[in-house]
């Protein structure tokens, strides 16, 4: 069975600052991987769906990149700002048409 | 363009009671998915239909869940009876094609 994993948990940093969300996943055997934000009370945005066949995509101040072979994704944000504060999940879609998500990681920008 | 719609937000009840959830996809959307948000977790797939066929269903606990997409637009997800570990976020999300899902608001179910 397909297991995601985010790490860390819980992440605060100062606005302005440059910083990296990580996501790893146990089978490699994916169609794509998908990042999403979470708003506290609030459903799930959809941020970058990568393909499996493609390495990276970018939305304004996000990229994110897929290595397949070794089961990790990382979300790259420029620049944070407040409003970037939020819960951010990546999911992955199995051979088996099964999306299956990470737990999250808890991300606070400090003004 | 109108999104994903689902109701109500909030909802509470006691064990063994019953309770439905509804949920409007986006028009046109085939795809509408059930998730189950335990909190401190990530969303749980239930259930996952294409237009009113379901594709998987295998995570979802039948002898007290249900739903049904009778015409291949809006859905309901049944509890029956209801658990106190049944507490979470329901949440339904929609796609067209290109996988991309758009969630709804999602219900927050209170079990006591």
């Known amino acids: 069975k397909q297991e995601v994993t985010q790490i860390p948990a819980a992440l605060s940093v100062p606005e302005g600052e440059n910083l990296v969300l990580n996501c790893s996943f146990t089978d490699s055997a994916i169609y794509n991987l998908q990042w999403f934000r979470q708003d506290p009370g609030k459903g799930l945005t959809s941020l970058l769906l990568?393909?499996?066949?493609?390495r990276e995509q970018t939305s304004g101040r996000l990229n994110a990149s897929l290595d397949k072979s070794s089961g990790r994704s990382t979300l790259y944000i420029a620049a944070s700002q407040p409003g970037d504060s939020a819960t951010y999940l990546c999911?992955?879609?199995?051979?088996?048409?099964?999306?299956?998500f990470g737990t999250g990681t808890s991300l606070t920008v400090i003004p | 363009e109108a999104g994903v719609a689902q109701s109500p937000r909030y909802k509470i009840i006691e064990k063994r009671q019953s309770v439905a959830f509804w949920c409007n996809p986006i028009s046109g959307h085939a795809t509408l998915y059930w998730y189950q948000q335990i909190l401190g977790q990530g969303p749980k797939l239930l259930i996952q239909?294409?237009?009113?066929?379901?594709?998987?269903d295998s995570q979802l606990p039948k002898d007290r869940f249900s739903a049904e997409r009778l015409k291949g637009v809006d859905s309901t997800l049944k509890i029956q009876p209801a658990k106190l570990e049944d507490s979470a976020v329901y949440l339904c999300a929609s796609s067209f094609s290109t996988d991309t899902q758009y969630f709804g608001p999602g219900t927050r179910l209170t079990v006591l």
């Open positions: 990568i393909q499996s066949s493609q």
């Open positions: 239909f294409q237009n009113n066929g379901v594709v998987d």
């Open positions: 999911a992955v879609k199995g051979a088996g048409n099964q999306f299956y």
